[in-house]
């Protein structure tokens, strides 16, 4: 009987301790209260801290600028990208806590980029929503030459950049064979004539280079 009232009293005891150790445990562990008022970023900006309230050591702090003993990774000094997903949260150089983040791209206007248009990023200046050019309506510049094809404008309806492209098979030496119906040329002539054009063609460009 001595044994089992030995051992009830040390169950009471034991009962009545463990919820005051959880307890003191919760009340010390170092925690994030509430997170910055801010959490949704673009990449042209940087973490903002206003609203973080914790727990350290048994105390609750709000955070100030003026408490240097807060710091953060990313730093309030460093661009925030959208790979960022948490911010880490140190007081006295002692792990917090992490708050999520969510950062996107911030993008500019519609840009003209060589055949095509679309939008930089002003945070990390990658290019998003390329896409060509879209022309409806041509016009020919009448600029070919007897080995140069001719060119011809129109106007992007997207972007309404200028566009200016080569019409393939234009080149003047072509049309200097034109003949009606009658006397066409057969097939093996018109083979011959390609070949004896891409030789010329060749030749030019030789004499350009050594000149």
């Known amino acids: 009987m001595k044994t089992k009232k030995a051992l009830a009293v040390v169950l009471a005891v034991v009962m009545l301790v463990m919820p005051l150790a959880v307890s003191s445990f919760a009340a010390t562990a170092n925690a994030i209260i509430t997170a910055p008022l801010k959490t949704a970023y673009n990449d042209t900006e940087y973490f903002n801290a206003q609203g973080l309230s914790i727990v350290y050591e048994n105390e609750i702090i709000v955070y100030t600028p003026a408490d240097t003993n807060f710091r953060f990774e990313p730093a309030f000094n460093e661009l925030l990208t959208v790979e960022t997903t948490e911010v880490a949260v140190y007081y006295n150089n002692r792990f917090i806590g992490m708050v999520p983040v969510t950062v996107d791209h911030l993008l500019?206007?519609?840009?003209a980029i060589d055949h095509g248009h679309g939008y930089f990023c002003l945070g990390c200046g990658t290019l998003h929503n390329f896409e060509n050019h879209i022309v409806e309506e041509w016009i020919p510049n009448d600029d070919g030459g007897i080995f140069t094809?001719?060119?011809?404008t129109g106007t992007c309806t997207i972007c309404s950049a200028?566009?200016?492209e080569s019409i393939p098979g234009s080149e003047k030496f072509f049309t200097l064979f034109d003949v009606e119906t009658e006397g066409a040329l057969t097939e093996l002539e018109s083979t011959v004539l390609l070949y004896f054009y891409q030789i010329v063609v060749s030749l030019i460009q030789m004499l350009v280079g050594i000149s």
């Not at 500019?108 to 840009?111: D, N, P, S």
Request: no cysteine.
């Open 108 to 111: 500019g206007e519609l840009t």
């Open 149 to 152: 094809m001719q060119t011809q």
């Open 162 to 164: 200028q566009v200016t």
